[in-house]
């Protein structure tokens, strides 16, 4: 679990550092540059539209463990909205929850009782 925690952390900083060092650069116009790619059918727009459907998923199973409840739908917004660094930060929280369980932290404490 160590492990799994210095790379969620890690990727977190990555991910973190090459975000805020994109947008002072390129400002924060994502959805424009994002859905254009999309649209002009290039290989960027077919990397995007891949990642956009990792995203979905990312969201929907964070809905999901929490049994579509409020706060786990504002948390699957949150998912879609964030990536990596919602995920990463989601899942290091979880494992410290679970003490490392991982059935917990995939399942939720309610599925993994089961």
Partial sequence: MSALRLFLGLLFGVITVYTVA?????????FPIFFGDIAEMTWNGQFNLDFLGFLILSALWVAWRNGFSA??????????????????L??????????????????????AAA
């Fill in 90 to 111: 989601y899942l290091f929280i979880l494992s410290q929850q679970t003490n490392g369980d991982v059935k917990r932290m995939l399942l939720g404490d309610q599925r």
């Fill in 71 to 88: 706060g786990g739908l504002l948390l699957a917004v949150v998912a879609l909205f964030f990536g990596v660094p919602f995920l990463t």
């Fill in 22 to 30: 994109v947008a002072v650069e390129h400002g924060l116009g994502l």
